[in-house]
């Protein structure tokens, strides 16, 4: 039977009539990263928080190398939360020192300067950072006591495409040294370049789980062509007998061939100047499990 680093073994969570979380189980490899996706309100956090031993579970455990996660065990975890308020006045390297001192087994400050690059701002307010310098220094402050496993909590929400990627390589780096990892996201591109393994919420339950890759072969076949809306010349998108769905002025048409599909839509002299052809997304995948409404 495998030791996972760390396991949720049939976690449940009742907040008075509402069952947040419903019996999730799964394992994380050591060295891997785990990702836990899903839309607002399917009990990610609320999962993560009693992995972390932030919050206690209504029934089920947490099991650090085989055992129970008990304090010793977060001594060898480091948690990037959401959202983290510093303390004022300080500067990048006094936060580092400051966190530095509340660990008795700690990381180097230098290693940790460097492995995020941190050096040109390092004597800077911390109130004065980027959004992107900030995630940073909130990930080194996450590795200051050396994890064995460290949680990221949507570590790119709200950076731009440029500070996304560079967080991703820090990401890449940690994975690097061995280190476990468990992430949770909205955006599917990051899963699919970071993660080993993903497993989908809703509603409280994981309903898939695998390689992103395999997910995708397992729920997908063929391809998408994608066509402005204006592009069908007034035509319904029904008429062409392929399945489809809008995103936006844009129609998706889901085919299992696509030189057959484009040969229909050649027949109904559809114009194709501004076609594209693709692959089914880990986003496509999200949407075909949880659906495509809005949720608060």
Known sequence: MQTYHIEARNLQKQYKEVSAVQGVSFGVKRGECFGLLGPNGAGKTTTIEMMEGVTAPSAGSVLFCGGPLGKAAQHKIGIQFQNT???DFLTVYECLELFSKLYKSRRSIDELISLCALEEFLHRDNRKLSGG???RLLLALALVNDPELVFLDEPTTGLDPQARRNLWALVEKIKAEGKSIILTTHYMEEAYVLCDEIAIMDKGKIIAQGAPKTLL???FEGQYIEIPEEDLLGKAPE??????HRKGATIEFHVPDVK???????KQDIVLNHMSVRSASLEDLFL???GRELRE
């Open 85 to 87: 308020s510093l303390q």
């Open 133 to 135: 310098q900030k995630q």
């Open 217 to 219: 072969k397992q729920y």
């Open 239 to 244: 008429l062409f007998g392929l399945n489809y």
């Open 260 to 266: 057959l599909a484009l040969s229909q839509l050649v």
């Open 288 to 290: 075909h499990l949880t």
